[in-house]
């Protein structure tokens, strides 16, 4: 009975470590609906670039919002990232901001990303941030992490 219980143990240890290490291979990041892949930054990008107040302020709300999880460097290892099963995104790696469209980040900024930590941030969630907000950090992100 001793080896029985034994070997059951063992077999839903390997399994669930097996789930675990996996998870991260097997998360896609979904894609935004076509009309949220065709929305443009309302912000002029290259003109918000100058503007180290707005980048200032945009950096804030990155450091409000986000970097406990994508990190200081925006390498997806800040502190709460630490147990996730499924690390957050690296935006600062090389081509991830690039391939990415805005309203494909607005997207998981606003909605959050299912089967994974990232919860919602729109308007109405815990962090409820509006349509400018989400805008803001976005151009950020651009401003900081784009290669």
């Known amino acids: 009975m001793k080896a029985r219980t034994s070997g059951f143990f063992l077999s839903t240890l390997i399994i669930f470590t097996c789930y675990f290490a996996n998870a991260e291979e ?17 912000f002029n990008i290259s003109e918000k670039f100058k503007d180290k107040k707005f980048i200032k302020r945009s950096g804030r709300a990155y450091k409000r919002k986000c970097l406990k999880c994508h990190g200081v460097n925006g390498d997806g290892k800040g502190s709460r990232a630490v147990d996730f099963v499924i690390k957050p995104v690296a935006f600062a790696a ?6 990415r469209s805005d309203g494909q980040l607005y997207w998981i900024i606003e909605n ?6 990232m919860p919602a941030h729109g308007f109405g969630s815990r962090a409820n941030l509006n349509n400018e907000e989400i805008w803001q950090i976005i151009t950020f992100l651009r401003y900081k992490y784009t290669n």
């Open 112 to 117: 959050g990303s299912p089967g994974t930590e």
């Open 26 to 42: 097997k998360h896609k990041i979904p894609v935004a609906p076509p009309e949220y892949l065709a929305m443009k930054n309302i």
């Open 94 to 99: 090389p081509g991830y901001l690039n391939s």
